[in-house]
């Protein structure tokens, strides 16, 4: 067990949960549904902010309303996976927008991409003109979504059953 996960009492816990999904709450309704006081709630968020337990809150944009509705989860294998290629291919990732998440994976390919564009021509586009210039790309499997089930992950930030 991660030691600051063993540092989490049931307040903490309850914090996490509640700004996992409601980043824009404030300390006194916190406190409130927390069972604690304002100032000692307060300084657990606070603590919980320095120590990078929470890394920071931001808005969540509806990515239909947008116009970039359209989801396809890239698999990528690379010909190369030593510590600089790595490092190369990574680096080339964060210049890409359209990639929503990107994973390096055990197994029989390398990186997992989630790109999100507005339609099929566009992804393709993505594909063509980004994607496949990626550095030591051996080549690409590309999935298509048709429908988000469950998306934001949004679930017990640090319940019991986690730790």
């Given amino acids: 067990m991660n030691d600051r996960v063993a540092e989490l009492d049931a307040f903490d816990r309850k914090i996490l949960d509640i700004v996992a999904v409601e980043g824009r709450i404030s300390v006194t309704e ?27 809150y931001r808005a969540l944009f509806d990515p239909i309303r947008l116009g970039r509705d359209h989801v396809a989860f890239v698999e990528v294998k690379l010909t190369d996976t030593r510590e600089a ?5 990574n680096e080339a990732i964060m210049k ?3 990639i929503e998440q990107c994973h390096l994976i055990a197994g029989q390919f390398d990186y997992l991409l989630k790109v999100r564009t507005s339609s099929m021509t566009a992804y ?8 496949s210039t990626l550095p030591f790309l051996a080549n690409t499997s590309t999935y298509v979504a048709m429908q988000a089930v469950k998306e934001e992950g949004v679930s017990a930030a640090v319940t019991e059953a986690t730790i």
Wanted: charged content about 30%; hydrophobic content about 45%; glycine content about 6%.
């Fill in 96 to 98: 890409i927008p359209e």
């Fill in 124 to 131: 393709r586009l993505v594909l063509a003109e980004k994607i």
């Fill in 85 to 89: 290629a790595l490092a190369a291919f």
């Fill in 30 to 56: 916190l406190s409130r549904r927390i069972g604690l006081s304002k100032s000692p709630t307060q300084a657990r968020l606070k603590r919980l902010e320095d120590t990078g337990m929470i890394r920071g």
